[in-house]
């Protein structure tokens, strides 16, 4: 009689993704009517905003792999890079280009570095843990201008998220301290060795070459955005989100926090641009509150961004727990900056 009982566990244990991706496809077919335009809104989503701000950033980053920056910055910035991050000067590539350009380009970055062996194992998965953020375009433009109304609030929201991230790559440097790879480059001139240098002769093939990775992996998002669109509209149907946001509703009022910012919180702990969109829209005398969870929301990258992180380090030996430690302390750190600045600088004070 005890056998049966455990036998059904290892058994639904063992089809758990058969019975998760069986109950999406039916809940895809069941609630047609209100996912068809939540696919819509995803693939609008993707069309016009990421592509036109990641696309040309993933070209141009795949063409400077073909260059000698890397060595450049190697040269230049390994004074600094050593003692703050524990990472030798190439990974300021990933630093910078990380910072200026958005989700998942920094963890494309340091995914390439172990590829061609630019930086150790350990050195990559501390890149990880602070190089993978929101860019201004998305930070300034689309959260401040578009969502916001406002301008400042863009620029606050993109000087804490910078400081968290510096605070995060800060941190951990000690990630793996006393460990190191033997299969690493010690020589930084030999990093230009590991791509085929670009000139007048070869421009056609590595352009062509940069547009195909990259072309790869815009498609890739654009997955990953459609599909967190119909699992968050399917989630709002079946009234799960709201339930999960029952569940916290105890907590928000012992903080004398509003409970309306629950369901876009949750959405977008799956999918950031979802839930700060609502979030923004939520009409609070203390607008600072709304300020706060973005600025949580964009250090942390939601589950979508997770995924697709993974699916990016999959292709090698990184692990992806400094990826995930890193997010949850980086939005942490950013609400927490967010705060602090609201409070001591009257300028960036929006409260009514």
Not at 58 to 63: G, N
Not at 145 to 164: C, E, R, S, Y
Not at 200 to 225: D, H, K, Q
Not at 323 to 345: D, E, P, Q, R, V
């Amino acid at each position: 009689m005890i056998s049966k009982p455990i036998f059904y566990a290892i058994k639904i244990k063992r089809n758990f993704f058969t019975l998760i991706f069986l109950l999406f496809t039916f809940c895809l077919l069941f609630f047609s009517k209100t996912n068809l335009p939540a696919v819509k809104s995803g693939l609008s989503l993707w069309a016009n905003s990421v592509v036109p701000s990641l696309f040309p950033f993933f070209v141009a980053t795949e063409l400077l792999m073909h260059t000698n920056i890397i060595n450049w910055f190697g040269k230049i910035l390994n004074p600094y890079m050593k003692p703050l991050f524990n990472i030798r000067g190439e990974g300021s590539f990933a630093f910078i280009i990380g910072i200026i350009s958005g989700y998942p380009i920094g963890a494309k970055i340091a995914s390439n570095f172990r590829i061609n062996n630019i930086c150790t194992k350990e050195e990559c998965e501390r890149l990880l843990s602070f190089t993978n953020n929101s860019g201004p375009l998305f930070i300034i433009g689309t959260v401040g201008v578009l969502m916001f109304k406002n301008t400042a609030i863009g620029v606050l929201l993109f000087i804490t998220h910078i400081l968290a991230c510096i605070t995060v790559g800060i941190i951990f440097r000690f990630w793996k301290k006393n460990k190191r790879s033997k299969d690493y480059i010690s020589n930084s001139n030999n990093v230009s060795e590991t791509k085929q240098n670009i000139s007048f002769s070869n421009l056609g093939e590595v352009l062509a070459e940069s547009i195909t990775s990259a072309t790869s992996t815009i498609l890739l998002i654009g997955g990953f955005v459609i599909i967190f669109s119909s699992i968050i509209s399917i989630l709002k149907t079946t009234g799960i989100i709201n339930f999960l946001a029952t569940l916290n509703f105890p907590i928000f009022n012992l903080l004398n926090i509003d409970t309306s910012f629950l369901p876009p919180l949750i959405s977008g702990f799956l999918e950031i641009t979802n839930g700060i969109n609502t979030i923004s829209s939520i009409a609070c005398k203390k607008i600072s509150i709304n300020i706060i969870f973005t600025s949580f929301l964009l250090g942390f990258g939601g589950i979508s961004v997770l995924l697709q992180v993974l699916s990016i380090t999959s292709k090698t030996d990184l692990s992806i727990k400094p990826y995930l430690y890193g997010k949850l302390l980086h939005g942490i750190l950013a609400s927490i900056y967010t705060y602090l600045f609201i409070n001591i600088i009257p300028f960036f004070n929006y409260d009514l």
